[in-house]
RNA sequence: CGGGGUGUAGCGUAGCCCGGUAUCGCGCCACAUUUGGGAUGUGGAGGUCGUAGGUUCGAAUCCUGCCACCCCGACCA
């Protein structure tokens, strides 16, 4: 492993992908497009998965898992939704190989599929389609499914955990009985993911809706929350949809309501990615490499000892190990590092590459002054403490890089989020300093395209209880209500 | 998918124009000395030059196809 990365300044996308890389997160596979997910890159979306796999049962959702395949024509009972996806489907059209007889395999002509099966680029027709088996009657209602995943979207150009062919997920997918009802559903996991988002990934987000342009496919009302990125540039977090009837009449659920009367199911889907892997990296790290809230740290704390010969050497493991038990009582995970094999310089280097909040270093000094060198990775600051309390001292640490890193983010994107008033001022504020750009829009489908087509930026979202304020379009001049947030986007 | 670029040991590279089986650094292995911010010395191992063909007495080098990655566009979580 060479010395250092990338400045972020220097080349932000360089550094983004050394950072991934040489921090053991992922890496590219044999695949076009797809990656290895690296077991230090895992454990932190296993992290991730574990804090929103019980936010989702702490709101009454069950855990489902329904088929990779899907048959082909059940994409094309939802029109928009088939439009949406059909560019990115990877299809399964046999299903045998043979040997060709000089020694090469081929796929066997014969061994054709009679219906093609698309890899599932998300699950709603699938799931819809079996649904339409579990809802005779409103009392079978709501249906509150997850499902943990992988889905295929062929994409023309990747990034590790940013945008991949192949990509982890959670997607939700509820039935309700009423419109109300499946809103509030939609907007409650929209809850969900910003909470996540703030308090364990501590990235900020707005909170908003889509335009039509941007909904997604099949959507009657796209939630989502949208984060701002070092470089100023945004980044889609997570989505909540809410479906209405479209999949209800696509795939002919009904149900018989409180009064007899046959109606149409209401719907909602939601996900997040491991492109919150992404966001993460991008929103807390700097040239040193990760730098990781404790809530998703695989290691919360690392012991490096410093040592000379072997005597000082078992004394100081015995201090270390002694501080190791502290901790995991009070559930921090913890390493001592006693590779003999590296020295501590190189270790305190390592770790920082790969996040790890707090360090400890323990050498012969500290033997002699029942000290500690305490260090931490959000600040990159030390300081020499006293052995005693250390446990409860490191524990509150951890709560305090939690925090700061969030206000950190959170202060970023105060300063880089401006109102503008002019078409002019607009495009110099996207050219100098970049991030959430709020302007007034006319609402038209139109002119949004018109100013994406000219400055790259996108609406991110019309912000939840957004500020109503008399103003006129930037593009266009006719009136307006209120500002909404535009960015670059990844 | 269009334009541009790259691919040589685990990583980063020289050599390619002008064909003669490969350079340097880091890392790796052994031993010794070291250990409070990426150690030093000595010795050693490791390469079908992305891949498949072609030209040639001979290909990392020339030609063609394919694959992958990076940057820019269109598309998108």
């Not at 045998?96 to 998300?122: F, M």
């Not at 150009?157 to 982890?168: N, Q």
């Not at 990125?229 to 659920?253: E, I």
């Not at 995991?328 to 590459?353: C, H, M, N, W």
Request: glycine residues 6%.
């Amino acid at each position: 492993m060479s010395k250092g990365i990338t400045s972020k300044n220097e080349d932000y996308s360089q550094w983004y992908n050394e950072l991934v890389t040489k921090a053991d997160l992922a890496e590219h596979s044999a695949v076009r497009g797809c990656m290895v997910i690296k077991p230090y890159g895992y454990s932190i979306w296993e992290k991730m998965q574990a804090a929103l796999d019980k936010m989702f049962k702490d709101t009454g959702h069950s855990n489902a898992y329904f088929p990779l395949f899907i048959p082909k024509s059940f994409f094309s009972k939802e029109a928009s939704h088939v439009e949406g996806f059909a560019t990115e489907c990877a299809v399964v059209t046999h299903y045998r190989l043979k040997n060709d007889g000089n020694g090469n395999i081929i796929v066997d002509e014969e061994a054709k599929l009679e219906e093609e099966l698309i890899v599932r680029p998300t699950s709603e027709t699938i799931i819809w389609n079996t649904y339409k088996g579990w809802i005779q009657s409103y009392r079978d209602l709501p249906i509150l499914v997850n499902q943990w995943a992988n889905v295929v979207r062929w994409e023309m150009r990747t990034r590790l955990f940013l945008r991949t062919a192949e990509f982890l997920w959670q997607e939700g997918h509820t039935a309700h009985a009423t419109s109300e009802e499946a809103i509030e559903e939609a907007e409650r996991m929209l809850d969900v993911y910003a909470d996540f988002a703030e308090n364990f990934l501590a990235v900020p987000v707005v909170k908003g809706v889509k335009t039509p342009n941007e909904r997604f496919a099949g959507a009657v009302e796209t939630y989502c929350i949208e984060a701002l990125m070092q470089d100023g540039k945004a980044l889609q977090a997570g989505t909540s949809h809410f479906l209405g009837q479209n999949f209800a009449k696509a795939f002919d659920v009904k149900f018989t309501n409180k009064e007899g009367k046959q109606d149409f199911v209401w719907a909602t889907s939601w996900g997040v990615s491991t492109r919150l892997m992404g966001a993460l990296i991008m929103a807390h790290s700097d040239d040193q490499g990760l730098v990781l809230p404790p809530k998703l740290a695989p290691i919360q704390v690392v012991i490096v000892p410093i040592y000379k010969g072997d005597e000082e050497f078992a004394k100081i493991s015995g201090v270390a190990d002694q501080l190791s038990q502290a901790l995991k009582q009070k559930g921090i995970s913890v390493k001592y590092d006693d590779r003999e094999t590296q020295r501590p310089g190189f270790k305190f280097a390592e770790y920082e590459l790969k996040g790890v909040p707090v360090r400890v270093a323990i050498g012969g000094r500290d033997l002699e002054n029942g000290t500690v060198e305490l260090a931490r990775r959000d600040t990159r600051t030390k300081e020499t403490v006293n052995r005693d309390g250390l446990a409860e001292r490191i524990e509150d640490l951890l709560e305090e890089i939690q925090t700061n890193i969030y206000q950190k983010a959170l202060k970023f994107r105060e300063e880089s989020t401006t109102e503008v008033n002019s078409y002019e001022e607009f495009k110099q504020v996207l050219d100098s300093k970049a991030g959430f750009v709020a302007a007034h829009w006319d609402g038209t489908p139109e002119t949004e395209q018109k100013i994406k087509e000219e400055t790259k930026a996108t609406i991110r979202c019309i912000p939840l209880n957004n500020k109503q304020e008399e103003g006129v379009c930037i593009y266009s001049g006719k009136p307006s209500t209120q500002r909404v947030l535009f960015a670059r986007a990844y």
